[in-house]
């Protein structure tokens, strides 16, 4: 768990304790300290989806085909390459799935950079904002298998193309589908917590050449990370769509 608290997460907690209580209450959880029921994981999540709401309705106003502006070509590029391995993993259908691809990518990315910027964390680094991405993704693929194939169809493959099997498989089948989410779970978190710390330990040393290029090394894993995140989950539905597994 992440021992420090963000500046914005002190401000939630001094001036929207009463909303924060409310919020868990509703969930039928109560914080430790009902003087501070916010915790960093929460603050930096709300914070990435506004930054990102925010710069989806830029991108949105400053759209054009005659001259596309910097923000633009990078959310294109983004777009590009989400696609083509959408194309590539999923196989026709990937299209039909690129708005989750896309959504998933962006959030995981936006969440694994925040933390570089001075007073922010890295949600990330919380296995509580793993676990939720990763069960995202594996109630996604689950879903469109069960709309594309039906019910019978889906769960067939389960069994194993052998019948004589089918006893030994399906359990198998089971606890391999179950261990699909906390596999993302953990990879995620544990990469981008070690990343943080790495990076707050040699920052706490020296500040001049030595963290900079462990920043530039965090930036590197945090895009690689939201990349295989988004891959496997592409992988995931690609099985699960496909016609005959």
Not at 26 to 46: G, R, S
Not at 68 to 77: A, R, T
Not at 161 to 185: D, K, N, V
Not at 233 to 240: L, S
Request: a neutral charge.
């Amino acid at each position: 768990m992440v021992t420090r608290e963000a500046w914005l997460t002190k401000l939630f907690n001094t001036y929207l304790a009463g909303p924060g209580n409310s919020l868990l209450g509703l969930f039928h959880q109560t914080a430790a300290n009902k003087n501070e029921p916010w915790a960093d994981f929460i603050v930096m999540e709300i914070l990435v989806a506004i930054l990102l709401i925010a710069v989806l309705f830029m991108l949105r106003a400053s759209l054009s085909v005659d001259k596309p502006g910097k923000l633009q070509h990078i959310f294109e590029v983004i777009h590009e390459f989400i696609g083509g391995q959408a194309d590539e993993q999923v196989g026709h259908d990937g299209h039909h799935h690129i708005v989750i691809f896309m959504t998933l990518f962006l959030f995981i990315l936006f969440a694994n950079l925040i933390g570089i910027i001075p007073g922010f964390v890295s949600p990330t680094q919380s296995h509580y904002v793993t676990a939720g991405c990763a069960l995202v993704a594996f109630l996604y693929y689950n879903l469109v298998g069960l709309k594309k194939n039906g019910l019978w169809k889906y769960t067939k493959h389960f069994f194993g193309p052998i019948p004589a099997l089918a006893p030994l498989m399906f359990p198998i089948e089971i606890i391999s589908h179950l261990a699909r989410p906390l596999s993302l779970t953990v990879r995620l978190f544990a990469n981008m917590y070690a990343g943080e710390k790495v990076m707050l330990t040699f920052l706490g040393l020296t500040y001049l050449v030595v963290p900079a290029l462990f920043m530039g090394l965090h930036v590197f894993v945090a895009l690689l990370q939201a990349y295989i995140f988004v891959l496997l989950t592409m992988i995931y539905v690609a099985g699960a769509v496909a016609e005959e597994h």
